[in-house]
């Protein structure tokens, strides 16, 4: 018997998990919008989103930025240069999130605001902790976090550049610094956006933990309401909506970035 | 039932009390050794903590609430949870009864079933070693730029806002951390100018970190604590009356003595 591959239905080619989100998505906005109870928390909630969003976004920005120059000193040619951008890698690697941003913002930062005072001191000025907003604390320290994850992306992404690239690059007469941004990175970029832009949706989960330090964002707007009300389950439904809004459509606009630069590679 | 493995049962609470262990148990009801499932945190000195010796948990209420079981003639299956599963997990039925210092309010009784109040808090200001730019509540809540570290929900945060600050629970004034720790820690950074909590908290604190922090004012607030139960428990009425009894007996006297007064936590 010879086997036929069955052609594909409309049946078997919709994506019901898609539609199976969509629904609890209509749910949840028909929760939200129409019950009391649900509407009240989504209110009381909303003002985290846009604190949620910006510490995210702030903190993606910084922490790509030094996440490229840390990849370039792990692959350079200077042995210093490496050895010190692996160890700053495998030390913040190493820590969780949440004891972090506790480091940044109860030792970090006096010792910070301390030498700044050191540095004013002939200027009779002293600045004081307060000053350097708790939100900027968990800021830095999600930067500082995710920047070695995303040193890690972009060192995966210049080290899968085929060699023969870089080699006929040189001998083309190219500076060492014109291979890069002509032949390698162009190049590397295809293999770090999708895992960049998946980084990017496990900061705006993990930007949650910020809430410990009192940061008004999503979660800690939960945590006020539902230990002021005691409706914790309800609660953390609106919280857990709101985030899946966010990471789910960005998550598929992932998808539709990576069919891109799959069907456009050459 | 052998008034020795009765007096066992009872656990180091009542003994190091000094109560006799025949105690007028005719007018109270009679759960015949029912075994009661009750959940705390560990995380609330005095109340509730871990014996930093042993790891146990002990404290007032694991006391008062042994105490209470003692004299209705019920057993203790005592369990732990984090505070936000505690509460929503009382409220399913998965534990019977929930304490951890927990403050009684109108909006919270639609979730949960309260008893009498066993507890009235009494908070103090906790505030850096070398503060002098304010001396109690009122000179505190009159300048706008001084803030007061809490955690939400909690009972110094509904004192500092009631009876420190004008009554807005939004007051930007107040900022919320999520454990004591944090605020303390918030506190020590300069990023708060006090954390309200009471005196055996105090003490530990002042005697944890020494010369870093004092305790200014009068006690503050009038927060009532409570036992939660499942909404509609059959153990509401019984632990009231066996709670007005140790009241009215100089047994909660003595277990505040001990636990506020008597307690190091700084040992």
Do not use: H
């Not at chain 1, 610094?177 to 949706?201: E, G």
């Not at chain 2, 262990?21 to 509730?48: F, M, S, W």
């Not at chain 2, 850096?128 to 001084?146: L, V």
């Amino acid at each position: 018997m010879t086997y036929r591959p069955r052609q594909p239905s409309i049946f078997s080619r919709t994506p019901w998990w898609l539609l199976a989100i969509g629904l609890l998505f209509v749910l949840g906005l028909w929760a939200i919008t129409n019950d009391t109870g649900y509407s009240q928390i989504f209110r009381a909630l909303s003002g985290g989103v846009l604190t949620t969003i910006w510490v995210t976004l702030v903190a993606f920005c910084a922490a790509t930025l030094i996440g490229l120059l840390v990849a370039l000193a792990r692959t350079s040619g200077n042995r210093i240069l490496r050895e010190v951008a692996t160890f700053y890698v495998e030390i913040i690697r190493g820590i969780p999130v949440l004891v972090f941003l506790f480091y940044v913002a109860f030792v970090g930062a006096p010792a910070m605001v301390g030498a700044v005072n050191w540095l004013l001191q002939p200027f009779d000025t002293t600045i004081t902790v307060r000053q350097f907003d708790l939100v900027w604390r968990a800021i830095v320290a999600l930067t500082i976090c995710y920047s070695a994850f995303i040193a890690e992306i972009f060192r995966a992404g210049i080290e899968s550049v085929d060699r023969g690239q870089l080699e006929a690059a040189r001998s083309l007469g190219l500076s060492r610094w014109k291979c890069f941004r002509l032949v390698t990175f162009p190049q590397a970029l295809r293999t770090i956006l999708p895992p960049l832009a998946n980084d990017f949706v496990s900061m705006i989960k993990d930007s949650a933990l910020v809430s410990a330090l009192g940061v008004q964002d999503i979660t800690q707007l939960g945590k006020v309401y539902s230990s002021g009300t005691f409706l914790f389950f309800e609660t953390y439904n609106v919280v857990a909506f709101l985030y899946l809004t966010m990471t789910i459509s960005l998550s598929l606009l992932v998808r539709l970035l990576e069919r891109y630069l799959r069907d456009n590679a050459r | 039932m052998p008034s020795f493995i009765k007096s066992l049962a009872v656990a180091a609470a009542v003994s190091s009390l000094g109560l006799g262990a025949t105690q007028a148990q005719d007018a109270l009801p009679d759960l015949a050794g029912r075994t009661i499932v009750a959940v705390t945190e560990n995380a609330y000195v005095p109340l509730n903590f871990a014996d930093p010796a042993t790891g146990e948990g002990i404290g007032l209420e694991y006391d008062l609430f042994n105490e209470i079981a003692k004299r209705l003639n019920a057993k203790v299956d005592w369990q732990l949870s984090s505070w936000d599963v505690m509460i929503q997990a009382v409220r399913d039925g998965q534990f019977e009864v929930g304490m951890d210092g927990i403050t009684i309010n109108d909006e919270r009784r639609s979730q949960v079933d309260f008893s009498d109040s066993y507890l009235t808090s009494q908070q103090l200001m906790l505030v850096r070693a070398d503060e002098t730019r304010f001396t109690d509540a009122a000179t505190f809540a009159a300048d706008a730029s001084f803030l007061v570290g809490a955690q939400a929900g909690t009972t110094n945060f509904y004192v500092a806002v009631y009876n420190v600050l004008d009554g807005d629970e939004a007051n930007p004034r107040i900022k919320l951390f999520d454990t004591f720790g944090t605020s303390v820690a918030a506190l020590q950074a300069g990023d708060v100018d006090t954390v309200l909590m009471d005196q055996t908290s105090a003490d530990g604190y002042i005697g944890a970190n020494p010369g870093a922090f004092k305790v200014i004012g009068e006690p503050l607030g009038t927060e009532d604590f409570g036992f939660i139960f499942t909404p509609g428990s059959d153990l509401v009425a019984p632990v009231n009356a066996a709670l007005a009894q140790i009241k009215a007996d100089g047994t909660m006297e003595k277990l505040q003595q001990k636990w506020f007064y008597e307690y190091n936590a700084a040992q």
